[in-house]
Structures are given as C-alpha cells and as structure tokens.
C-alpha cells in the first residue's frame, strides 16, 4: 500500500524559508515520478514543481527560482525547500507519487506565509 506521508509546514514571515518532507512507502521509490501540489483556500490545486527518477526538475512559474525540489531515494523523500516566501504562497502542500499510470497523494502540509 502506498503511503506518502508530509511534514514540515508552518507559520514563516514573509521572505523566510521552510523546507518540506514526504516521506513515502510501499513502492520502488527511485522508480517514481514525483510531484509537489498546492492548494489556497478558494482556488484549484495547482501544481508546484515535479522531480523525475532521474533528479530532473521542473517548476511552475510563480515559483521558479525560489523553491527547490530534491530527493533522496536512500531515504523514500522527496524535498521541497522554499526560500523568499510571500504571501501568496499560503496553501496547503501536497506530495504526489506517479507509479506508471495511478497517482497517490499525501494529506497534505499547512503553509502560512504571514507577518
């Protein structure tokens, strides 16, 4: 049974960092395409940045060269370290898993970017 499990959200001011974990299980982990979504109160989930099994990266837009996606298949995670937090970036964090073609999510993360 697949299991993606994050942590790492919280309160941060405005231009500070946080670093995300998901930790996953139950499947051949450096096999997986790997993804980082969120949601803000009212709107769509929108998608982040992903991670291939081979380490490529790519990233929305709205995010680009302030959030970092890595992992680390010795250990089932994947990262996402975010720097120079605004506002807007409030949102629930979700990790997602690709194995072939079905698609897992975690629960999900609470990211508060205020003053």
């Known amino acids: 049974q697949v299991q993606l499990v994050e942590s790492g959200g919280g309160l941060v001011q405005p231009g500070g960092s946080l670093r995300l974990s998901c930790a996953a299980s139950?499947?051949?982990?450096?096999?997986?395409?790997m993804g980082w979504y969120r949601q803000a109160p009212g709107k769509q989930r929108e998608l982040v940045g992903t991670i291939t099994n081979r380490g490529s990266t790519n990233y929305a837009d709205s995010v680009k060269g302030r959030f970092t996606i890595s992992r680390d298949n010795a250990k089932n995670t994947v990262y996402l370290q975010m720097n120079s937090l605004k506002p807007e970036d409030t949102a629930v964090y979700y990790c997602?898993?690709?194995?072939?073609?079905?698609?897992?999510w975690g629960q999900g993360t609470q990211v508060t970017v205020s003053s």
């Open positions: 139950g499947s051949i982990f450096s096999a997986s395409f």
């Open positions: 997602y898993e690709l194995i072939t073609t079905v698609g897992y």
